[in-house]
């Protein structure tokens, strides 16, 4: 069974930083991309940010690039977030998705999904 749980999400002022994991277990992520969403209540679910198995290829969503960064690390087959100079606006649940081969921009796409964590920004 494929397991994808998140940590590390919490309540932050803004301007501040938080970093974000999400460990996968369950199967081998060979060739799989990770991604990041977010959601608000009452909205759809938002991309975030995406890697690569290889981690030659990153992407991200306008609102976020330049503040966030996405790494994996393969050998603990772990997926991080890190969230610099965040604002109220970045006040969401993130949970973070697989899918094979290359990135992908909208949930449907993936086909492993964490239970989320709570981002919550501060003014």
């Known amino acids: 069974q494929v397991q994808l749980v998140e940590s590390g999400g919490g309540l932050v002022q803004a301007g501040g930083s938080l970093r974000l994991s999400c460990a996968a277990s369950g199967r081998t992520f060979s060739n799989y991309a990770m991604g990041w969403f977010r959601q608000t209540p009452g909205k759809e679910r938002d991309f975030v940010a995406a890697i690569t198995w290889t981690v030659r290829g990153t992407t991200y969503a306008g609102s976020v690039k330049g503040r966030f960064t996405i790494s994996r690390d393969n050998a603990k087959n772990t997926v991080y977030l890190q969230m610099n100079s965040l604002k109220p606006d970045d006040t969401a649940v993130y949970y973070c998705?697989?899918?094979?081969?290359?990135?992908?921009?909208?949930?449907?796409?993936?086909?492993?999904w964490g239970q989320g964590t709570q981002v919550t920004v501060s003014s």
């Open positions: 998705a697989a899918r094979p081969g290359a990135v992908a921009g909208t949930p449907r796409e993936y086909n492993y």
